[in-house]
């Protein structure tokens, strides 16, 4: 490939094919076989991450890293976003109904997840996966109806394949982590996050429950009140 670099890392916008890897951002036009170098982001695009095109902006995460960005075809500019939650794996696809960005990975603890990423809100949600051990697989989103969904292949570790069947709206409390291990007497920061995206003035009510093996208390439910004064347009 043009590259001069091996990459897992391709996408198109229907006339051009993009490919991201050994640290070039190119793309071919596959009718007079013309590669053309394209601005790099701040963020590495190693080949072994994610890279998918929706209405004419195309979205990359890092391999093995948080590091997220877009960028806009019409003008030649990347963007920076909010990074994702932890390290993600190669692959990535767009739900473009939903309007969502999907990749997914491991955390430092090894419990694997499943990152959806709102391209309207510009807001993260972490999806614990447990189905089978992630690697680098395969990740496809489809439409069809009664099988509507996104749909993971287990790559080397095993044979396993699953699809997830999206929430039809993101939640407006948030936590990350989901899981993970803390040790005797230790103590943990667990990010909160609210989003008003979408809400109408109004108070919301709902709660962080978290559940552990301590003999004493198992069970710890907090209530958390949302207040929207201004949401916004939806």
Do not use: M
């Not at 963007?79 to 939650?85: G, H, I, K, M, T």
């Amino acid at each position: 490939n043009g590259l001069g670099a091996a990459t897992g890392t391709i996408t198109t916008d229907g006339t051009l094919l993009y490919l991201a890897g050994g640290g070039n951002f190119k793309s071919l036009n596959p009718r007079t076989g013309i590669w053309t170098q394209l601005p790099l982001p701040t963020i590495s695009l190693d080949g072994v991450g994610g890279l998918s095109c929706y209405n004419g902006v195309i979205y990359a995460h890092e391999g093995n890293g948080n590091g997220f960005a877009k960028y806009t075809i019409a003008t030649g500019i990347w963007e920076v976003l909010v990074s994702v939650p932890d390290k993600a794996l190669l692959g990535s696809v767009i739900d473009p109904v939903k309007k969502r960005y999907y990749a997914y990975g491991k955390n430092a603890d090894g419990y694997s997840f499943l990152y959806e990423y709102d391209l309207t809100a510009n807001l993260w949600t972490v999806i614990p996966f447990n189905a089978f051990e992630l690697s680098d697989g395969g990740i496809v989103h489809t439409n069809f109806s009664d099988f509507e969904g996104i749909y993971f292949l287990q790559g080397k570790p095993g044979t396993g394949f699953v699809r997830y069947e999206p929430n039809e709206e993101l939640q407006w409390l948030r936590t990350s982590p989901l899981t993970g291990e803390i040790p005797p007497s230790g103590s943990r920061t667990i990010g909160v996050n609210f989003n008003a995206y979408g809400l109408n003035t109004g108070t919301y009510e709902g709660a962080v429950q978290i559940t552990s093996n301590d003999p004493t208390q198992s069970s710890l439910k907090i209530p958390v009140t949302f207040e929207v004064i201004n949401p916004g347009p939806a």
